[in-house]
């Protein structure tokens, strides 16, 4: 069936809103060239990278085919690493998660001078990871730090923590998390702000403890703030790099950090020491982009894993009043 | 409408300058001939000083030629280099060392400064022999730098406490032993209620005085590695350094005494205690009585404790005999630099006519080391010569030089790091912990 012809009243209608649709490219144009530039095209290019082999030094990488990828799978480090990292999403992710949310249960309702402990609280945040790294290296010393002092006086000898390979990456995951509470705890208390305070006294009439408010009402109702911390939490564990080296840096090299015994060298520091500290047949910019990707394809893998299951356990407020609206 | 017509331009304008300011430069690798010259410079604040007030001879001598300063730590780290050079900001001259010399040269970073040497009349013998020795690559044993000064490892110690200890002071030409250092490292070490490491009495946990201060506890190359050499042991052996060494009997031994002089005779700073302060740093505050230290400590003295009461001696005997290690800071030249005529002249004046006084450096060009100006220079110890000067002549001392590029790696958690950490920490005897790292090295070296 042929198109009715638009009508005279239609046709400068259209212009119109092309106008209109061409306004708003142009000013959604800085977006999307921002977008392009600064996402895309390094995303782009770091993937040409990965094919190639260039120690920065030659004028032009050299195409190498699969070559860092294959290598990718035999590098005996690389398990290594990928462990370590996992090692730390299984103590400083959890910690954060878990004491942050403490923290904001316990400074969440207006009381005298809540606000001091919320800044108190809040303030390792604003700190530089490197400086924060250095203060708890010195609390760490097993010779003078405050720590061991106080385990002393119990009579009982502290933990050698960042010497010995079994507590470096656990005091690693404990300095990440006294720093990044005050972060987790501000998003949390702004969640339970978000409660309506009639649903925690309805079940507290029907006889629910304060256990049952918290595990049936009020985390529920915060479980989109919960999803959205383990979510950036884990791409934060993911790319852990700057404590690491502030904390375990010897010699004066980045080289040389990632011990006790390799323990606490994670998947970004491996990253850059083959971009800067090696000198290996495949070291370069090539294979750190190999090894950078793969990172991003595991973020992206666990982030999609997280967001499947979350259908089970994330409630959304809205969500049921649409769909009742909507029948 | 109107709005979308101005905003046209706009964008096109910043799109450009975005684009423009983007892929500018302003150093060596922008391609463009020029009278001003880049040069790459790294170090504390008086290193940086020291090194424009020795260039104020050349500026006066070449004034159509403009110096431009860059700080940056491309020359103590590659890295940095590297980072430049891909962003086509290199300087058109920097400053490496004997760690880096190599590998900037294997790829083909630095400039070949040979012939200009021949054609100007620079000479070899003009130099200090194994300072200039360094400046020759591995790969072609020709030249790609000129020394701007060195560095030597010696023994630092407290003239107030070795007098208080009655202890007669170190032989300034190292005539004496290890075991002596050992011994009077004990001695020098005190406690709260002033009880010397050999005592009975003696509280390990209330040290106020520690007697040995050895890079060791960090660990750091110029640190242990004389001591290795001195007892026969090292880490990479063999002129290219593609040996390891790490099980020979010797390195054992030596680490075996700088871990007992932490964990047993508690007469050294241990990595704990470093981690706290850093052991020179002790030592210049008066609360170390000897540390193992380069021409650089002279310099933080002066600054940071004038009053301290200290004077230097040679390294002391191994097994082996004397040993010692050399760091050579070297001017060299971006091999892609348009500028490389400049660049030469300003680094032959450097290392030449205007050598000393740079990053608290011993020259390397005789003329200016063995003369008046740097010997008998206010503020230098008495020994100067025989501790600094001397041992750079010795059968055993070397320089760390990296010929295969691999020392951050053999150094790193893939090759003796996890070892190094269980001796300086005591939790293994150093022969137990060296237990199959040569296995590991070969590892690195073949890759």
């Known amino acids: ?327 | 409408m109107r709005i979308s017509r101005r905003l046209i331009p706009i964008c096109l304008t910043m799109s450009a300058i975005t684009a423009v300011t983007a892929c500018s430069n302003t150093a060596a690798s922008s391609g463009e001939k020029s009278n001003t010259l880049t040069i790459a410079v790294w170090g504390v604040n008086e290193d940086i000083d020291s090194i424009k007030a020795a260039a104020k001879g050349f500026e006066q001598a070449n004034p159509d030629i403009k110096l431009k300063f860059n700080r940056t730590d491309c020359g103590a780290d590659y890295a940095v280099c590297k980072t430049l050079i891909a962003g086509r900001n290199m300087a058109d001259v920097l400053v490496t060392g004997t760690w880096n010399f190599n590998q900037m040269a294997n790829d083909g970073v630095l400039a070949d400064l040979t012939d200009r040497m021949a054609a100007d009349g620079v000479k070899e013998e003009d130099f200090v022999p194994v300072v200039i020795e360094s400046d020759k690559a591995a790969k072609d044993g020709r030249f790609y730098g000129l020394p701007m000064g060195y560095n030597v490892q010696s023994l630092f110690y407290n003239k107030e406490m070795f007098a208080k200890a009655g202890l007669k002071e170190p032989p300034a030409d190292g005539d004496y032993t290890y075991d002596d250092l050992r011994e009077w490292a004990r001695k020098l070490t005190l406690d709260a209620n002033g009880n010397n490491a050999d005592s009975p009495d003696f509280d390990p946990k209330k040290i106020v005085q520690w007697g040995y201060y050895n890079r060791f506890a960090i660990p750091s190359e110029p640190g242990y590695w004389p001591v290795l050499w001195a007892y026969g042991g090292g880490v990479l052996g063999g002129e290219k350094r593609d040996q390891c060494d790490l099980e020979k009997p010797g390195t054992a031994q030596a680490m075996q005494l700088l871990q007992d002089m932490m964990w047993k005779d508690h007469s050294s700073v241990t990595p704990q205690m470093e981690q706290e302060t850093p052991g020179y740093l002790r030592w210049i505050q008066g609360h170390v009585a000897m540390q193992q230290g380069s021409h650089e400590q002279v310099t933080i003295a002066a600054q940071q404790n004038p009053s301290l009461k200290y004077d230097m001696a040679a390294l002391p005997k191994g097994p082996e005999g004397n040993a010692t290690m050399i760091q050579v800071h070297s001017w060299a030249a971006y091999a892609k630099s348009p500028n490389l005529d400049n660049a030469w002249k300003f680094i032959k004046y450097m290392a030449t006519e205007g050598a000393g006084k740079q990053m608290g450096l011993i020259p390397a060009y005789k003329k200016v080391a063995e003369g008046p100006a740097f010997l008998k220079a206010p503020g230098e110890p008495e020994h100067l010569k025989e501790a600094q000067l001397d041992p750079a002549a010795w059968p055993l001392a070397r320089t760390n030089i990296d010929p295969q590029g691999v020392l951050a790696t053999v150094l790193g958690q893939d090759g003796i790091g996890p070892a190094l950490n269980d001796i300086i920490t005591g939790k293994k005897p150093a022969a137990e912990a060296l237990q199959g790292t040569c296995a590991k090295i070969d590892k690195i070296l073949a890759s």
Do not use: C
Request: charged share 15%.
């Open chain 1, 1 to 327: 069936m042929a198109e009715a012809a638009p009508s005279p009243a239609q046709a400068p209608r259209s212009r119109a809103r092309r106008r209109e649709a061409g306004t708003a490219l142009l000013f959604l144009l800085p977006q999307i060239f921002g977008l392009v530039a600064f996402i895309g095209v390094p995303l782009g290019v770091s993937l040409y990278y990965s094919f190639t082999h260039w120690d920065l030094v030659a004028p032009e990488p050299t195409w190498i085919g699969l070559e860092n990828w294959t290598h990718l799978l035999e590098d005996e480090r690389v398990p290594k690493v990928l462990w370590n990292t996992i090692k730390f999403i299984f103590t400083g992710t959890l910690s954060f998660l878990l004491m942050s949310l403490v923290a904001a249960l316990l400074t969440y309702r207006p009381r005298r001078g809540v606000a001091f402990y919320r800044a108190l609280l809040f303030l390792p945040y604003v700190l530089s990871q490197i400086a924060v790294g250095i203060v708890w290296r010195w609390m760490f010393n097993t010779e003078s730090g405050p720590i061991n002092a106080a385990i002393e006086l119990f009579g009982v000898d502290g933990p050698q923590w960042l010497l010995d390979p079994a507590t470096a990456m656990p005091a690693i995951a404990l300095v990440t998390t006294w720093q990044g509470l005050g972060y987790g705890m501000t998003l949390y208390i702004a969640s339970l702000h978000g409660v309506p305070e009639a649903l925690p006294e309805a079940a507290k009439i029907d006889g629910a403890n304060a256990w049952q408010r918290f595990r049936h009402v009020m985390l529920p109702m915060i479980s989109p703030t919960v999803l959205f911390l383990v979510v950036t939490s884990l791409i934060g564990a993911l790319q852990l790099f700057d404590p690491v080296v502030a904390m375990t840096t010897s010699g004066g090299s980045i080289g040389m950090a990632g011990g006790p015994d390799d323990s606490t060298r994670t998947v970004v520091l491996y990253m850059y020491n083959q971009m800067f500290n090696y000198n290996e047949r495949l070291s370069g910019l090539g294979y750190a982009a190999a090894i950078a990707w793969v990172l991003a394809l595991l973020t992206f893998v666990l982030t999609l894993i997280q967001w499947a299951f979350s259908k089970r356990w994330v409630f959304y407020a809205g969500e049921g009043a649409a769909k009742k609206g909507g029948q």
